[in-house]
């Protein structure tokens, strides 16, 4: 079964620091691996999806890396700001038509 | 990017009453969906899948007669929550999928508070 980890649970850090989130995967016959912002009381908002076959992707700030072999993904955020500050949930979908399965997420706070 | 619906977003009720809670995509026919629930300051954990026209597929853990989900359409999928109970209490969220590996897209989430 899939198991998906996140470190650290949360992170505070000043304004205009670089920072890195990861995540790791039990199983690393992965389809993609997606990574999520979400704001307190909130639903979810896809910030990037890495396929399979994807080292990394890129949108802004934020850039994630996908080590399938090692079961690894790390998402990137240069020069945080307070606006940055939610939780950040990695999650991967594995073969087949499963659902995706979720890490605990990394509780971050960028203090201004 | 596709857009998914639900509700309503917050419901307050007595405990023994039921509460449903709509999830519908507005742009996609969504031949899969699945229930998440989140505990606060806590993951989603995958509550059951459903895919149209079948029974659901509940997780571990999970009482199918208490959580019932239709998935009668392929646009709109339903979770009752019977006879609702305070620790039922918990943010609800729906997520749709067209096809076996394409994205799967999220709804805004249902709170509900059971009084």
């Known amino acids: 079964k899939q198991e998906v980890t996140q470190i650290p649970a949360a992170l505070s850090v000043p304004e205009g620091e670089n920072l890195v989130l990861n995540c790791s995967f039990t199983?690393?016959?992965?389809?993609?691996l997606q990574w999520f912002r979400q704001d307190p009381g909130k639903g979810l908002t896809s910030l990037l999806l890495i396929q399979s076959s994807q080292r990394e992707q890129t949108s802004g700030r934020l850039n994630a890396s996908l080590d399938k072999s090692s079961g690894r993904s790390t998402l990137y955020i240069a020069a945080s700001q307070p606006g940055d500050s939610a939780t950040y949930l990695c999650?991967?979908?594995?073969?087949?038509?499963?659902?995706?399965?979720f890490g605990k997420g990394t509780r971050l706070s960028v203090i201004a | 990017g596709a857009v998914v619906s639900q509700h309503p977003s917050r419901v307050i009720c007595k405990s023994g009453t039921s509460v449903k809670i709509e999830c519908r995509s507005l742009?996609?026919?969504?031949?899969?969906m699945f229930w998440y629930r989140q505990f606060p300051k806590q993951s989603l954990m995958l509550m059951a899948t459903?895919?149209?026209?079948?029974?659901?597929?509940?997780e571990q853990g999970v009482e199918k007669d208490k959580f019932l989900i239709n998935h009668a359409s392929l646009t709109l999928s339903t979770l009752t929550v019977t006879s609702a109970h305070p620790e039922d209490s918990s943010f609800y969220i729906c997520s749709a999928r067209f096809g076996g590996r394409e994205t799967q897209y999220f709804g805004p989430g249902t709170r509900l508070l059971v009084l």
């Open positions: 999650a991967v979908l594995n073969s087949g038509n499963t659902p995706l399965v």
């Open positions: 199983d690393s016959a992965i389809y993609n």
């Open positions: 742009d996609f026919q969504a031949t899969t």
């Open positions: 459903s895919n149209e026209g079948s029974k659901a597929t509940y």
